[in-house]
């Protein structure tokens, strides 16, 4: 699952679900995209997820949620968890019933971290964002990008970009 904010302010919450069939043929499918009303809190976003087990009547089929590290993901699997003992309290040992464990079943989306890695990289070298090194080509095409201020890895990812932008200079 992933919640993200569109560009006119809409918080939007996606669900993917992962699964194998009897004959252990793979399936995967889109289980919500639905607008989140108030604050993306773990609190808030539980309602929708909760709701979506239920109505698919998936509940003691979750084995893991998958999602980046942002703390209201690890307060969500928490409460989703609390919640799940809760509707199976009619079994002898609910905790041991059901397949999802809270943060053991946290999955933190790899793509995410290595995101966050990069560009930790990136500004800790000094390679600048990206409207920077767009206006920093312009003034290379231009021929007047001579900056020596800017650090190698700047410059060379100015002229990287710059020469990958034309097939000409390519070749």
């Known amino acids: 699952?992933?919640?993200?904010?569109?560009?006119?302010?809409?918080?939007?919450?996606?669900?993917?679900?992962?699964?194998?069939?009897?004959?252990?043929?793979?399936?995967?499918?889109?289980?919500?995209?639905?607008?989140?009303?108030?604050?993306?809190?773990?609190?808030?976003?539980?309602?929708?997820?909760?709701?979506?087990?239920?109505?698919?009547?998936?509940?003691?089929?979750?084995?893991?949620?998958?999602?980046?590290?942002?703390?209201?993901?690890?307060?969500?699997?928490?409460?989703v968890e609390s919640s799940l003992i809760e509707q199976f309290q009619w079994i002898e040992n609910p905790l041991k019933a059901l397949r999802f464990h809270s943060q053991d079943s946290f999955i933190r989306c790899i793509t995410y971290v290595l995101n966050r890695i990069v560009k930790l990289i990136l500004t800790t070298l000094n390679s600048r964002d990206r409207a920077t090194t767009t206006n920093s080509i312009e003034l290379v095409s231009d021929g007047q990008y001579l900056s020596t201020s800017d650090s190698p890895l700047t410059r060379l990812r100015v002229l990287v970009i710059w020469i990958s932008r034309s097939p000409e200079r390519k070749k």
């Open 1 to 79: 699952m992933d919640g993200w904010t569109s560009n006119n302010d809409i918080s939007i919450l996606a669900v993917i679900g992962h699964w194998l069939t009897e004959d252990f043929v793979y399936k995967e499918r889109v289980l919500e995209f639905i607008e989140i009303d108030r604050a993306k809190s773990g609190e808030n976003i539980v309602g929708i997820v909760i709701e979506l087990l239920q109505e698919l009547d998936i509940n003691d089929k979750v084995i893991s949620i998958t999602s980046d590290n942002a703390s209201n993901n690890e307060t969500l699997v928490n409460i």
